[in-house]
């Protein structure tokens, strides 16, 4: 039996309520992940993998952070690189920590080893969530960015953090699972990869249940919210503890992926600001944002270092990182006049387009 809901033609709630609902967007991300997964890994340089792929799907999954924090829940956060700080040096002690089964020693997997690390810097991410049950707004951002600060001076402060090491930086643990060593550019790709897409399926279908609609309703209207009966105290700190916990998780993975090196100087503000502009210019409130937004951050420098001296315009590394802040500032502007959803939005409509075509409405 047929029912007709806003314009639309459905043949079942079970349809209707399915993560992508359209054929040709399960038909685009079966073959996004058939390239992710074969393509590149096959088709790609070393370099190309190590210097770009891989740090791009762990900004992703810590834009996806941060989106479900400000986009979905409207709780604003600068301190995105401390609670993947805390993700970091949590995966590091967690690694170096060993248990006695049977009388032997032996570690923590190295996949619950990640996971446990989301889960330390989602209890950190709550305890200073706590301050968005009564400011919002400004002030709930220089309190995050607080915490920002708070958290590196502690990492840095405290020695049992690092082992005790003289210089602050440690080397992350090699990457095993149940005996096999990811130890090539693509194999640790493929680990990240695989990270990277359970994780934004679950949001993908967290953002779409009980709990989401309750962020979002929030996000709208707090008090309209609270009358309808979503809980304000639960319904923002399981925003911060969910965003805290994508964000210790991708914090993990720089560190023992990308990186090598468990040292706060890798998760400062810098790291902060540059993911809030992943989500502001990918889009607020969109999963495919985060991608969109990482993907261009992480490619603007290096268009940026390459195409001005193919057309015989040599410009100084200074000039480009100016350039890069220029365009970032006023893409940032433009799209939270114009388009505050992002690019994110754009493909949206480019999709519907297509969809529509050759019969447009």
């Not at 992508?20 to 079966?30: A, E, H, K, S």
């Not at 706060?264 to 495919?288: H, Q, T």
């Not at 990482?294 to 000039?319: C, E, R």
């Not at 388009?339 to 050759?358: C, T």
């Amino acid at each position: 039996m047929f029912y007709r809901e806003a314009g639309q033609f459905k043949s079942s709630y079970k349809e209707d309520q399915a993560v992508f609902p359209i054929l040709q967007d399960r038909v685009g991300v079966g073959l996004m992940l058939l390239v992710a997964f074969i393509g590149i890994p096959l088709l790609t340089s070393e370099y190309f993998i190590s210097a770009i792929m891989t740090p791009f799907l762990i900004l992703a999954l810590a834009a996806i952070g941060l989106n479900i924090l400000t986009g979905y829940a409207g709780q604003i956060s600068l301190g995105t690189g401390g609670f993947m700080a805390v993700g970091a040096f949590a995966a590091y002690k967690f690694a170096t920590f060993s248990i006695a089964i049977g009388g032997a020693e032996t570690t923590i997997p190295l996949v619950v080893t990640i996971l446990l690390a989301g889960v330390v810097a989602a209890l950190v991410g709550v305890m200073f969530g706590i301050p968005s049950l009564r400011i919002k707004g400004f002030y709930l951002a220089v309190a995050t960015l607080a915490a920002q600060f708070f958290i590196e001076w502690v990492l840095v402060k405290f020695g049992w953090f690092t082992n005790y090491s003289p210089s602050g930086i440690i080397t992350a643990p090699p990457l095993e699972v149940m005996g096999y060593l990811f130890d090539s550019p693509g194999e640790k790709y493929i680990f990240t990869l695989s990270f990277v897409a359970v994780m934004a399926l679950a949001a993908k279908n967290l953002v779409r249940s009980h709990i989401g609609r309750g962020w979002m309703a929030i996000r709208d209207m707090d008090i309209a919210a609270e009358i309808i009966g979503f809980r304000p105290l639960h319904t923002k700190l399981s925003a911060f503890a969910v965003s805290s916990f994508f964000c210790g998780v991708a914090g993990a993975l720089w560190a023992f992926v990308h990186l090598g090196t468990v040292e706060p100087e890798a998760f400062g503000i810098n790291r902060s600001f540059a993911i809030l502009f992943m989500v502001i210019i990918g889009g607020m409130g969109s999963i495919i944002g985060s991608f969109i937004g990482a993907a261009f951050i992480t490619l603007l420098p290096i268009f940026l270092s390459n195409v001005p001296p193919m057309i015989g315009w040599d410009i100084g590394v200074d000039m480009i990182s100016h350039m890069e802040f220029m365009i970032f500032g006023a893409l940032i502007i433009f799209f939270l006049i114009v388009e505050p959803h992002g690019l994110a939005r754009l493909w949206s409509i480019g999709k519907e387009k297509l969809r529509s075509w050759p019969f447009p409405y």
